[in-house]
């Protein structure tokens, strides 16, 4: 298992293909195996996906909740276009959940 740091871009992809294989239905260990990362990486990422339904930085997301709580009658097209703004898109279901998950 390779311990030297992935640039951001490969860091990204390897995000999205542990996902599409935990979906698939493969295990931590066959994921870390596969492709050569650390257990406690495939971990930590298919455990933010369970709960914030993306792999992306979060940053993007908490300014949409701080912009929700601000105003309660936002509705999710305006934080998904704020999103945007940003130069992150995110889809209308994770910023569903992430209002939902804050009791919004």
Same mark, same amino acid.
């Given at each position: 298992v390779s =311990? #030297?740091? @992935?640039p951001f871009t490969t860091e990204v992809h390897i995000k999205d293909k542990i996902v599409e294989n935990y979906k698939v239905g493969w295990g931590y260990k066959t994921i870390f195996k596969a492709l050569w990362v650390s257990w406690i990486f495939v971990q930590a990422i298919v455990l933010k996906w369970k709960d914030y339904d993306t792999t992306g930085l979060l940053r993007v997301r908490r300014a949409s909740i701080r912009k929700a709580a601000k105003?309660?009658? $936002?509705?999710? /097209?305006? @934080?998904?276009?704020? &999103? &945007?703004? @940003?130069? #992150? =898109? $995110?889809?209308? /279901?994770?910023?569903?959940?992430a209002v939902h998950k804050i009791g919004l």
């Amino acid at each position: 298992v390779s =311990s #030297k740091p @992935l640039p951001f871009t490969t860091e990204v992809h390897i995000k999205d293909k542990i996902v599409e294989n935990y979906k698939v239905g493969w295990g931590y260990k066959t994921i870390f195996k596969a492709l050569w990362v650390s257990w406690i990486f495939v971990q930590a990422i298919v455990l933010k996906w369970k709960d914030y339904d993306t792999t992306g930085l979060l940053r993007v997301r908490r300014a949409s909740i701080r912009k929700a709580a601000k105003r309660h009658m $936002v509705n999710l /097209e305006d @934080l998904q276009r704020s &999103t &945007t703004q @940003l130069g #992150k =898109s $995110v889809n209308r /279901e994770a910023i569903r959940s992430a209002v939902h998950k804050i009791g919004l």
